[in-house]
């Protein structure tokens, strides 16, 4: 069985997305997210200010990987975020926990705050949602 997220095809066995393992390491989380199509890290006080945010919360995206989920739902690199289908992500434990319970669940969300800069991307200051469509086969 094969389950086809926004043209890119993740087996159901993949051991990476299987089962509900509550012992998330930072190393699984940023796996993870490069599977979905994002290189990231957790939100340092260096990124905080950088980035104008009140707390260094939050992961930040370094690189967005052209042709998979995270870059047909529009995440932009420099973005932070904030939650996913609608679960708080504080840190890269978060992040890796909260997308291993959604990548298989098929249309979820990805809440991002997004630098304050017009020059590089989004609105200033406010939580955007990207909406990572899937299809099943």
């Known amino acids: 069985m094969y389950l086809i997220v926004a043209g890119c095809v993740v087996c159901l066995a993949n051991p990476l997305f299987a089962g509900t393992d509550d012992q998330m390491t930072e190393a699984e989380a940023k796996r993870l997210g490069e599977q979905f199509g ?5 939100v340092d006080e260096e990124i905080r200010k950088e980035l104008k945010l009140q707390k260094p919360e939050g992961v930040v995206v370094f690189e967005v990987i052209g042709g998979t989920p995270a870059d047909f739902a529009g995440i932009k690199v420099r973005a932070v975020i904030k939650e996913i289908d609608k679960e708080e992500v504080r840190n890269l434990i978060d992040f890796g926990r909260a997308l291993k319970r959604v990548v298989l669940s098929c249309n979820f969300t990805v809440g991002t705050f997004e630098a304050a ?10 939580v ?3 909406f990572v469509p899937c299809v099943k086969d």
């Open 128 to 130: 955007n949602f990207h």
């Open 38 to 42: 994002i290189v990231v890290d957790s």
């Open 117 to 126: 800069d017009p020059e590089t991307q989004g609105v200033a200051g406010v």
